[in-house]
């Protein structure tokens, strides 16, 4: 605006003012500057200097160009604010343009590097308990004989004399039953001591005892005799004992179900050998040896259960047979963990448990 | 059992090299456990089982070799020269009881020279490990091992009046053994004695008054059947175990009575000369009935899964010395040989044929049927457990069910009764079954943290054992089988943290369980709440019991949890500060059959109210959350506790701020502002009433 030509109506065909003019050539050259600097800046920091030279929300020259705005006349305060505004909205979208640009540059991977850290440094790492290594192999046990319909079961371990011996054929002049080498109670039950069960083939027999054929169950629990603790004995240990009753059952159904457990335990196509052997509630009664590290290993005892067996728990021996398995816990899993003295197992030191 | 290779030739002729034997012999079910030279013999080590004591000798073990290799098997047949004298004349025998003793017999052989035994009697006994003594011991030493059957010579001249009596010793009588150590006796055992005392402690070992020696002229030939229970009892009892015991204990044959009786009189009148008098004095009878028994014609193929031949089964029973006994179209008949009083059963029979055949011919590929087959919910709770444990850092400890006094002495959260004894100890001094893991657990720890561990956070999941407890009875489940004792499953934790990480730990295995607290929704079946206990092992005002509360029933206790107390902890090591908890999973095992059904979850939008309570200092988290589940109906979603404080000045005495928490969501709309309101109006008016509660503003 003029004030000096009092003039009171714009004219379209106007000449245009000369502080118009001036201040269209001013926005030019910023226009011209920014872009220069914009272009210019190669790092985060000299854009950020550009900004505040031009956009500067206090001091920016833009923010200077708006006193000289308000001072056109309203004539021409159009055309100087549509200039002005596409001056903004320019130097405006080429800082966004190489902002991006910038930070393109210092990303890796087309992820931005945000505050960059020391990546060895220790993580927060959250502590995880350990299930004890006997019972990861009771599991494991467990886990392949379902596989072939085995239901794992559990029972007392306190005992009385039918299920831990008679019903087992061993009977009462059978030196198993020695007071030296059992754990016997010193309450009685009528006149018979109860005790410490000596094996899991206690379980099968309360099994029978109670449910027809056809099972398949795997017994599996702490079982105690007397022997003094060594590296490869302890009184107290665990035992998995399968057994399986149905109609027509061989010894070579014995042999294949325990071929498969070696081979699904051990992996690969493991061999295994049976030698004869004697337990009173087996008959024929074998010794397992697996195959391992090219070695025969001993891993426990086996049989078809003994038809005395099968009548004590009221089966007719003559429709239903079956056999009989039984692993020493310890000793399968000292093998595979390479574990030298089993009291190690029951020692509860943090530092081995930690290990499986 | 250890066999000489150049004495089994004796009776098989092998031409095998003794690596073939030892291994035909181990697939057989003589396990073999060493061979080595000694001089120009060999000794091969078998374990011989304790049904096969007619492998306790070189002819039992020869006409296993004979069959397994196919030769034939010659056994000697003694006919020692009867001189002069009757032995009826010189000596008496007499059994008192014959369950100790069934049979004995004696020969007399006078006038012998007690020297040493020849070269190649020493030599054989050198390769099974006995040293030579003389040679009358060392020819009952070489029959004993040669048939299996023991015998023993006395100096007659020591017997008094030569009468010979077989009794049950009496309680504290005195023996003194060839060992020159002297033995008190109990009325379990057998002796051979004569008027003035024992003479032998039957089946074990001799006498030093009878005793064979330089100075012996006249014997008397000992060739009996001990009872195995009474030469049991006399060789662990007396820790006196030896050759002759271990037989006895497995039962010889009986018809190797006569004939080891024969061969050492033959053997002793050849090496020591002498005189055998006529006759063999005799009491007692010999019982020696081998079974026939009955082999189904399909049994064996029906055992094993494999066919053998007949003519094969038979070569095999013939050749282990049974008497065929006939045969029809349904079986064969077969008598067992004396020597295998183990073989009374067709199945016995069935064992004998695959023992020699071979188990390299059952197969294992057998196809066996597919079943269904279910985690019990035993098993599933083992599980669930474990593994909320284990998330939260713990490791899984195992420790010896039979503890010492001093670990029973603390007392069980499961009942009064005293612990059960057992004999003997699992460990030195450890004798009692333990009523409650925890202070295994807390030693366990003590143990594991004294080595430096990173940590000494564990836990266990093992049965306690209770002897029959009224007081607990009521309690609920019990898996008792004989009604006298009972077997709890616990899970027991110890954790460095204080009560409110134990009581955590706790309700996350109760929560993985698939148990609530039982505020949440007491129109439910089931659910938890903690009670203030009292108990020795926690300090006090420290410890609460879990109790299991059940719509329409008594609450049961199925938990506790405390800080451990310090006396406890001082008998412990002194440990520094420890919490724990013990949970009994059988009263928690069926939450494990409940199936798991969806709750449908609203997406509509909730809203948040926090409320500042102000209630009396006493009155307990419990009772507020009761109030305010008792008000909240269906629409509160969550109740949270944010924050306890208690402040003289800005709240009073005796009060404290309780800050919790609510969500309240609808499932079937946008919850309105007045809906959200009337609720939580609700709920402060149930806690104004129910615990005399204020809002503070």
Sequence with gaps: ?????????????????????????????????????????????????????????????????????????????????????????????????????????????????????????PGERVRIGHVHPLTQTIRRVQEIMSRLGFESVDGPEVEDQWHNFEALAIGAEHPARDPLDNFYLAVAQGTEPLLLRSQTSTVQIRVMEKRRPPLRIVSLGRVYRPDTADATHYPMFHQVEGLLIEPGTTMAHLKSVLHFFASSFLGGDVRVRFRPSFFPFTEPSVEVDMEWDGRWIEMGGAGMVDPAVLESVGYDPDAVSGFAFGLGVERIAARRYGVADIRDFYRNDVRFLEQF | MIISTNWLADYVQL?????????????????????????????????????????????????????????????????????????????????????????????????????????????????????????????????????????????????????????????????????????????????????????????????????????????????????????????????????SSYRFERGPDPAAVDWASRRAAAMILDNAGGMLESGTVTAGTLVCAPASVDLRHDRVANVLGINIQAARQQEILLGLGFESEGSDAVCSRWKAPTWRRDVSREIDLVEEIVRIEGYDRVPEDEPIAARPVELSLHEKTLRLASDALVGAGLCEAMTRSVVNDALETTCSPWGSALPLVVSPALVRGADRLRRTLLPS?????????????????????????????TANKDQGTASSRSGLIQEPLLLSLVTSGNFSTAKGLAEAVLGRLGFDPW?????????????????????????????????????????????????????????????????????????????KKLQSLSDFPAIGRDLNLVVGEAVPWASIAAAIYSAAGKLLEECRLVQVWQDVERLGAGKKSVVVSLRLRSATGTLSGDDAMRTIDAIVAACGQQVGATLRA
Aim: aromatic fraction near 4%; include cysteine; hydrophobic fraction near 45%.
């Design chain 2, 441 to 469: 657990l807390l030693e366990a720890r003590m143990g594991t943290l004294a080595v430096g561990a990173p940590h000494g956070d564990l836990f266990e999941i093992a049965r306690a054992y209770l002897a029959d407890d």
């Design chain 2, 15 to 243: 031409q095998v090299l003794p690596a073939s034997l030892a291994d035909r012999l181990l697939m057989s079910g003589l396990n073999h456990e060493s061979t080595r030279a000694v001089g120009a013999d060999t000794a091969i080590e078998i374990e011989v089982t304790s049904n096969r004591p007619d492998c306790l000798g070189h002819i039992g073990v020869a006409r296993e070799a004979a069959v397994l290799f196919s030769r034939p098997l010659s056994t000697p047949d003694p006919r020692p020269l009867e001189g002069k004298g009757d032995a009826a004349r010189s000596i008496t025998v007499e059994i008192h009881d014959q369950t100790l003793c069934p049979f004995y017999s004696a020969r007399v052989i006078r006038g012998v020279r007690v020297g040493s035994s020849p070269q190649w009697l020493v030599d054989r006994l050198r390769t099974v490990g006995i040293e030579s003594i003389n040679s009358i011991v060392d020819i009952t030493n070489y029959v004993m091992l040669e048939c299996g059957q023991p015998l023993h010579a006395f100096d007659l001249q020591t017997i008094q009046n030569g009468c010979i009596t077989v009794r049950r010793a009496l309680a504290g009588e005195v023996f003194t053994a060839i060992n020159h150590k002297t033995y008190s006796l109990t009325d379990k055992m057998c002796v051979v004695a004569d008027a003035v005392g024992p003479l032998a402690l039957a089946g074990v070992m001799g006498g030093v008054r009878s005793e064979i020696g330089p100075q012996t002229v006249d014997i008397l030939l000992e060739c009996a059947q001990f009872a195995p229970l009474a030469v049991r009892a006399a060789a662990r009892g007396l820790v006196l175990a030896s050759a």
């Design chain 1, 1 to 121: 605006m003029s004030a000096e030509t009092g003039s009171t109506e714009p004219s379209e065909n106007a000449a245009v003012s000369d502080l118009l003019a001036s201040f269209l050539s001013e926005t030019d050259s910023l226009c011209t500057a920014a872009k220069t600097a914009i272009a210019a800046a190669s790092d985060g920091s000299m854009l950020e200097k550009a900004r505040i030279e031009f956009l500067g929300a206090r001091s920016g020259r833009l923010k200077a160009m708006t006193q000289l705005l308000s001072g056109l006349t309203a004539v021409d305060r159009p055309a100087g604010g549509k200039q002005f505004n596409e001056a903004k909205a320019t130097i405006t979208a080429l800082f966004s343009a190489a902002r991006e640009r910038i930070a393109a540059a210092q990303t890796k991977d087309g992820l931005a590097v945000v505050d960059a850290i020391d990546v060895t440094l």
């Design chain 2, 519 to 595: 505020e949440i929704n007491p129109a439910s079946n089931t659910g938890y709440e903690f009670r203030p206990l009292q108990l020795d092992l926690f300090s006090p005002g420290r410890a609460a019991e879990i109790m299991l509360c059940t719509a329409g029933s008594t609450a049961i206790r199925i938990g506790v949890v405390g800080e451990i107390a310090q006396p406890i902890r001082d008998r412990f090591g002194s440990q520094p500060a420890v919490s724990a908890a013990e949970l009994r999973l059988d009263r928690l095992e069926f939450a494990a059959g409940i199936e």
